[in-house]
């Protein structure tokens, strides 16, 4: 009778080689969703870095040359340190990093070609837009090169920079902590507690400029800006404690009050008011000069109509194309080692070609899921991408599109946050593109935010209108939308109540 324990080595070895093979799967999916959410500018500079990093990679000076190398080295077997030949070791296929698939390359494959015929055949009075953009930092680069200046931890690095990524448009921090302790720990293999993401939050992030960055609500942001402040006055103290003590009285304009609760006088409290007010409630600008003239911004996209058909193309051409450097490859393939020292130094170089390969795989499948996110965000706004009028937008949120491309909800915010696209009427950020139905109807929100903007500007300064006659205002133009609707997007549109806008 065999013994028990051979019976069981094998079960062992399996299992150990799938958790070998798991373990390398996981690595290349954090990987890959880091190269996912950077910008374009970024992913250039990342990529030089890792080519700086490990010899076996080089830059390709021309892409037809590289592409017909990398047929013949197809071909070419591999030998292990003794020069015995060896089946070539397939890359991490889709199914290792994805629970489902997620492509389908020969539709892509199809519809790339079927478009870009219509578009060379398009006729010649057509305008056409160039791909070519005129680099500048955005705020988020400037973000991530003031991290980088900063003494802390690799671990401190990496959630001080995961933080930072989920900043919103003007800057604030919203996110549940207890729920940024979860991603951190599931997606990215990082175990922490509250306590000590709020401390990189302060500590870090905070930091940042421009002062009242990663604030989680506004009298966190003003507070931080005064703090900051370089020469601190008697009345930059003053401001401080209303602020901190009277944050309620001082919101709804109870300046009586906070004034016999301080002791102090009228005149001493207009001095407190005028430095609150030069405050920045945003210390972002979500509509900056950059963003409305498109043209100071590299896009990641190109989309463009031709005969009422949509042309999706990724901007990757001026993106470095890596591949690996032959010469490091030679010794691999020399049959005859001479020392023990020969097969270690051929043993290290391996372990750098295999890093290597592991990297321009992660990048094909990187643009992989580029294109099929944006694809998928382009099929939801068809009518919006032929006119380019705002009214057009349907209503479209994040979880929708994440469920389609079968990608964490997190990643596809910091990709719409991070990515532009170039179409025929300008250059628009992807985050634009989203928004959410009112009560459940082919409405956008941007629609009904961008009419109560109007009717709030128009409105008497003497006599503000009321969250009730802005729903009445809104329901005669045809929107059907209710006072609790009317009072959510004002808050998110940062319009004070009614009797907060009024002027004397």
Known sequence: ?????????????????????????????????????????????????????????????????????????AAEPEYDENGVPFEVSEPLNNDEIFNEEYYNEEEMDDFMTERTLQRLNAPEDRPRRDSVGVYQESI?????????????TDEESKIACYLMGNLDDDGYFTLDMQAVTNELLYNHNIDTTVAEVE???????????????????????????????????????LAILILEQYFDL??????????????????????????????????????????????????DFIITAVDDKLTLTLNNQYIPKVRINKEIVQPLQNRKLMSRKEADAVQFLKDYVEKGELFINTLSLREKIMYNTMYAIMQHQLDYFLTGDDSQLKPMVLKTIAAEVKLDVSTISRFSNSKYVQTDFGIIPVKHLFSEAVNDDEVSSKEIKSILTQLVQHESKQK????????????????AVARRTVAKYRDQLNIPVARLRKEL
């Open 1 to 73: 009778m065999t013994p028990l324990f051979f019976k069981k080595m094998p079960t062992k070895q399996t299992l150990q080689q799938k958790i070998e093979q798991k373990q390398i799967a996981t690595q290349q999916t954090i990987r890959l969703m880091q190269l996912v959410e950077m910008p374009y500018l970024s992913l250039e500079q990342e990529i030089l870095k890792e080519v700086d990093e490990n010899p076996a990679l080089e830059i390709v000076s021309d892409p037809v040359e590289d592409d017909y190398a990398q047929q013949e080295e």
């Open 140 to 152: 988020r680069e400037q973000w991530m090169l003031q991290l980088g200046e900063m003494v802390m």
């Open 199 to 237: 401390r990189i939050l302060v500590q870090y992030v905070q930091e940042l400029d421009p002062p009242g960055t990663g604030a989680r609500n506004l009298q966190e942001c003003l507070l931080i800006q005064l703090r900051r402040q370089s020469k601190p006055t008697e009345i930059t103290r």
């Open 250 to 299: 001082f919101t709804k304009k109870h300046y009586a009050k906070i004034m016999s609760l301080l002791g102090i006088h009228d005149d001493v409290m207009q001095q407190v008011l005028k430095m609150i007010r030069s405050l920045d409630p945003k210390p972002v600008d979500s509509d900056t000069d950059l963003e409305k003239s498109g043209s100071h911004i590299t896009p």
């Open 464 to 479: 503000p209108l009321s969250d009730e006659a802005l729903c009445a205002a809104l329901q005669e133009k045809g929107y």
